[in-house]
């Protein structure tokens, strides 16, 4: 069983799946961490973030390991842990250009899709190019203010930078952020996290929440 989590940047989609999957006892996995894992790597040794090829090597010499805890994922490189450097600025202005790369696009989808169910998945392309036939698919969305000022309380930057780089990222992400036609749209503006949780929960099939 898979339920995906889609949506913008800083709709909720990490903290709303780790809820769920709390609430369902089972793990979640971050497919952005992944995309933020190979920018920050391509930072790191100085390649230029469009060289598919160059960064693909870089990616197959120094293999990472995503350990998906429902409290939190968490990226591994050999003994180092990256968790805590891959939502620096840094890699945010970084990583839309690595993500649009078709070659990193099949890196992410294989590893995903040697998870072994069941997991809730969140992104951007969960619902519609990597799990397809999950059991229940949500798109969660936001004003760009409000996930602005959600977001200023987990970066140095004022509100209003953040919002023009979210904004500039959602531009870049279009293409593979498209939700799912068959994907339950919530709008996190108006509800505590609280909510949205218990929203997706309800909204659940029953073979879904039952395993
Ligand atoms: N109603 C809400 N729904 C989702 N997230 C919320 C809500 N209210 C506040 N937040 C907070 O917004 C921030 C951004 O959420 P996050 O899960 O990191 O988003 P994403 O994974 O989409 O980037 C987190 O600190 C989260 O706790
Ligand atoms: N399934 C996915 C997940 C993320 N991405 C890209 C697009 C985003 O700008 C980056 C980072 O994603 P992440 O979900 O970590 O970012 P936000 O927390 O939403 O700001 O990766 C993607 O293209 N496809």
Do not use: C
């Not at 160059?54 to 990256?82: D, I, M, Q, T």
């Not at 997991?119 to 936001?142: I, Q």
């Amino acid at each position: 069983m898979i339920v995906t989590i889609d949506g913008v940047a800083a709709s909720g989609k990490s903290s709303v799946a780790s809820g769920v999957a709390r609430a369902l006892g089972i793990p979640y996995v971050s497919s952005g961490l992944l995309y933020r894992t190979a920018t920050l790597l391509g930072l790191e040794a100085g390649l230029e973030l469009n060289d598919a090829t160059a960064l693909l090597a870089h990616l197959r010499a120094n293999p990472l390991r995503l350990e998906p805890r429902a409290k939190g994922n968490r990226v591994w490189v050999g003994e180092r842990e990256l968790t805590a450097e891959l939502h620096s600025s840094r890699v945010d202005a970084g990583v839309s250009r690595v993500a649009a790369l078709p070659e990193v696009r099949a890196w992410v989808d294989a590893q995903l899709r040697a998870l072994p169910e069941p997991f809730v998945a969140e992104g951007r392309d969960m619902g519609t190019n990597v799990f397809p036939h999950a059991g229940a698919k949500f798109y969660l969305t936001a004003s760009p203010r409000v996930r602005a000022e959600r977001r200023a309380k987990e970066r140095p930057e004022d509100v209003p930078a953040i919002e023009a780089a979210l904004t500039e990222r959602d531009r870049l992400d279009t293409v593979q952020s498209a939700p799912a036609p068959d994907a339950r749209v919530i709008d996190t503006g108006p509800l505590t996290l609280d909510e949205v949780i218990g929203a997706v929960l309800s909204e659940l099939p029953e073979h879904v929440s039952r395993g």
